[in-house]
């Protein structure tokens, strides 16, 4: 099955510093890869997403790009903020009849410093 | 819009009760995923409905766990017998009906599930 690696697990930056976090799948099959925010307490929230026929999207300070070919895929934050701090978990997902259950990776912890 | 709703929010059971996990989907979904999240942990997929369906199990434990999602009511993550491994949050997520393979899961607030 599905196996979605995440790095790195927590990640210190300065506030307006940008912020990086990678992550890897095993199943050339996926065509999903959603990106969610948690805060402490609270639900898993999408921040944005990329299809597998898209090499790279973007909304304001955030960007996702895709390499199908190495099976990775990476969250960018640019110009980080004190509210940015959470953890972020990636997750990939075969979507289309009876699949379409997201694998999430471990998370990273994200901690902008002000 | 409201959002996925769960009740309730934080659940204390003793080993052996049972555990009952309401999920109310965003209005028109009729998707609904159920996941569990240990402790410093990511989220772990466990069964994937529509209305009055089980399309996928795959991640429910075969036993003392069941779900539903009848075609009225909200969905029911139901857990028997209780141990202290099942403590955890559990979170729902609902996706829209749609002709289109892919779509976004927007997740609930969890039930924190804690079982002295």
């Known amino acids: 099955g599905e196996n979605v690696e995440q790095h790195p697990s927590t990640l210190s ?3 307006g510093d940008s912020a990086v976090i990678k992550c890897t799948y095993s199943d050339s099959a996926s065509n999903y890869f959603p990106w ?3 805060e402490l307490g609270k639900g898993p929230q999408l921040i944005i997403d990329i299809r597998s026929n898209v090499g790279e999207k973007k909304d ?3 960007a996702v790009t895709l390499n199908k070919t190495a099976k990775h895929f990476s969250l960018h934050i640019t110009e980080t903020q004190p ?3 959470a953890v972020y978990f990636c997750a ?3 979507s289309g009849g009876s699949q379409g259950n997201l694998i999430f990776g471990k998370g990273t912890k994200l901690s902008v410093k002000p | 819009n409201a959002g996925v709703m769960q009740n309730p929010r934080h659940l204390v059971r003793r080993r052996g009760q049972e555990a009952r996990l309401r999920c109310s989907p965003v ?3 009729s998707h609904v995923y159920w996941y569990r999240q240990l402790p ?3 989220l772990k997929f466990m069964v994937y409905l529509q209305k009055e369906n089980i399309i996928d199990e795959s991640g429910m434990p075969k036993e003392r766990f069941s779900a539903e999602f009848p075609k009225e009511g909200p969905s029911i993550l139901r857990i028997q017998q209780v141990v202290r491994g099942d403590s955890a949050a559990y979170f729902c997520a609902s996706s829209p009906p749609s002709l289109r393979a892919i779509q976004t ?3 609930g607030p969890g039930t924190r599930l804690l079982v002295l």
């Open chain 2, 40 to 42: 410093e942990e990511g």
């Open chain 1, 13 to 15: 930056v300065q506030e």
């Open chain 2, 27 to 29: 209005k028109g979904h």
């Open chain 2, 105 to 107: 899961q927007y997740f």
């Open chain 1, 36 to 38: 969610y925010k948690q």
């Open chain 1, 83 to 85: 509210e940015d701090s």
């Open chain 1, 60 to 62: 304001q300070r955030i």
């Open chain 1, 92 to 94: 990939a997902s075969i």
